[in-house]
T-cell receptor, first 113, second 113 residues
């Protein structure tokens, strides 16, 4: 069935380190891909998205490229900050699903000063 | 601009008691509405979604129900809470058009004792 597999956490990095959070998907169709971020005690916020192959979504220094050949949408940031500490969710929407998001399990990121 | 509200923010309820969580959206019409649950340390599970008044789709069998009495109001209910109903409940909306991005509320933290 349709699913998202995310890199298991927790991930702990030092400030200014390079971040990669892996995400791969299995979908019966052509999905739009999303990364959402959840800061402590809050709801989810859209971080970035990509709607077709080879599109790159970017926001707040984070980037992810829609790779159809590897069914992946890995999240990267060149230099993380303490304020990036949060849970990151990868997800997709299929055109046929009525905008229902399929999420991964989430990856907890902690950035230490 | 559009805003989404959830209340209460936090709730502690005894096992066997009823539940009613409310979500309202402002600044848009005919939104798609969603209820998600996030259990402690786990990912997001879609519980219900609605594409219109009185139209509810359930994703998983459970002890909960949802209703949409008005266009921008979505209610999550239970007649008798179980310990396993504890979690963080998130409401979300997306535009009625093909726009696939979902916008999340601040969430309700429910603890069943």
């Amino acid at each position: 069935g349709d699913s998202v597999t995310q890199m298991e956490g927790p991930v702990t990095l030092s400030e200014e380190a390079f971040l990669t959070i892996n995400c791969t998907y299995t979908a019966t169709g052509y999905p739009s891909l999303f990364w959402y971020v959840q800061y402590p005690g809050e709801g989810l916020q859209l971080l970035l998205k990509a709607t077709k192959a080879d599109d790159k979504g970017s926001n707040k220094g984070f980037e992810a490229t829609y790779r159809k050949e590897t069914t992946s949408f890995h999240l990267e940031k060149g230099s993380v900050q303490v304020s990036d500490s949060a849970v990151y969710f990868c997800g997709f929407v299929l055109e046929t699903s009525g905008s229902r998001l399929t999420f991964g399990e989430g990856t907890q990121l902690t950035v230490n000063p | 601009s559009q805003t989404i509200h959830q209340w209460p923010a936090t709730l502690v309820q005894p096992v066997g008691s009823p539940l009613s969580l409310e979500c309202t959206v402002e600044g848009t019409s005919n939104p798609n509405l969603y209820w998600y649950r996030q259990a402690a340390g786990r990912g997001l599970q879609l519980l219900f979604y609605s594409v219109g008044i009185g139209q509810i789709s359930s994703e998983v069998p459970q002890n909960l129900s949802a209703s949409r009495p008005q266009d921008r109001q979505f209610i999550l209910s239970s007649k008798k809470l179980l310990l396993s109903d504890s979690g963080f409940y998130l409401c979300a909306w997306s535009p009625y058009t093909r726009e696939e991005t979902q916008y999340f509320g601040p969430g309700t933290r429910l603890l069943v004792l």
